[in-house]
Nanobody
Framework: QEPLVESGGGSVQAGGSLRLSCAASGYTYSSNCMAWFRQAPGKEREGVGYITSVGTIRYDQTVQGRFTISKDNPKNTLYLEMTTLKLEDTAPHYC?????????????????WGPGTQVPYAS
């Protein structure tokens, strides 16, 4: 089993909603820190939000109040519920994880990355 596999991506319009999933292997799902990142073409990869193994959740200010991170422990799956979508939200999204003590939205901390799922804008 791949350690992390994202799914649920699809074309979206402004104001729309979408839920992304990240299926993890048992070992990876028990990581201290799991997060969502995104990277639009020509831009730096940016953190969307993270959740720690004890359930602490933090969001980037650009998505605060619009996005929700959750976990389904029996399914070893991480979710990202996105609402009131904006053009700047349309980018491939990634679900990384790591076992380090500090959980922050710094991509260099994350050691395991999924292949990503596309979230393009529906013109």
């Amino acid at each position: 089993q791949e350690p992390l596999v994202e799914s649920g991506g699809g074309s979206v319009q402004a104001g729309g909603s979408l839920r992304l999933s990240c299926a993890a292997s048992g070992y990876t799902y028990s990581s201290n820190c799991m997060a969502w990142f995104r990277q639009a073409p020509g831009k730096e990869r940016e953190g969307v939000g993270y959740i720690t193994s004890v359930g602490t959740i933090r969001y980037d200010q650009t998505v605060q109040g619009r996005f929700t991170i959750s976990k389904d422990n029996p399914k070893n799956t991480l979710y990202l519920e996105m609402t009131t979508l904006k053009l700047e939200d349309t980018a491939p999204h990634y679900c990384p994880a790591h076992y380090k003590a500090v959980c922050q939205l710094q991509q260099e901390l994350f050691t395991a990355w999924g292949p990503g799922t596309q979230v393009p804008y529906a013109s």
